[in-house]
């Protein structure tokens, strides 16, 4: 089984990815690693999500950041954001990750933060490990 399933949606992501592969890989936690587009793959990123054995998702997103809250509003596993800067400085992807709906919860950590979204990702496996 996959700890972690890693989405971006979009190959310009891939600094953010990295650097969330890069403290998965040291502290040995599995990942798969993805790229796909909420809004120009959609049947791809369902069939995966449906598909996935992963106990956490972390979500990259820039822009509109579309992708952590269409996962989260598919699966009932914890999901993180990772809002990545563009045009904004990162403020626009950081807010729609931010301001999920009732129901849909996201958990959301700085701009291009990928790091913390994989401690994150840890921590939680903690918990889902003692229990």
């Given at each position: 089984?996959?700890?972690?399933?890693?989405?971006?949606?979009?190959?310009?992501?891939?600094?953010?990815?990295?650097?969330?592969?890069?403290?998965?890989?040291?502290?040995?936690?599995?990942?798969?690693?993805?790229?796909?587009?909420?809004?120009?793959?959609?049947d791809?990123l369902?069939?995966?999500?449906?598909?996935?054995?992963?106990?956490?998702?972390?979500?990259?997103?820039?822009?509109?950041?579309?992708?952590?809250?269409?996962?989260?509003?598919?699966?009932?596993?914890p999901?993180?954001?990772?809002?990545?800067?563009?045009?904004?400085?990162?403020?626009?992807?950081?807010?729609?990750?931010?301001?999920?709906?009732?129901?849909?919860?996201?958990?959301?950590?700085?701009?291009?933060?990928g790091?913390n979204?994989?401690?994150?990702a840890?921590?939680?496996?903690?918990?889902?490990?003692?229990?």
């Amino acid at each position: 089984m996959t700890d972690v399933a890693v989405i971006s949606g979009s190959a310009s992501d891939s600094a953010i990815t990295d650097k969330v592969k890069k403290i998965l890989e040291e502290n040995t936690v599995s990942y798969e690693a993805r790229i796909i587009s909420a809004h120009r793959d959609p049947d791809t990123l369902d069939a995966f999500i449906k598909t996935s054995d992963a106990k956490i998702f972390i979500a990259i997103a820039g822009l509109s950041a579309a992708l952590p809250g269409v996962i989260a509003s598919k699966t009932d596993k914890p999901v993180i954001g990772v809002p990545v800067s563009g045009t904004l400085n990162g403020l626009d992807a950081l807010l729609a990750i931010a301001q999920m709906p009732k129901g849909v919860p996201v958990a959301c950590v700085g701009v291009d933060n990928g790091e913390n979204a994989a401690w994150l990702a840890i921590r939680i496996l903690k918990l889902i490990k003692i229990n």
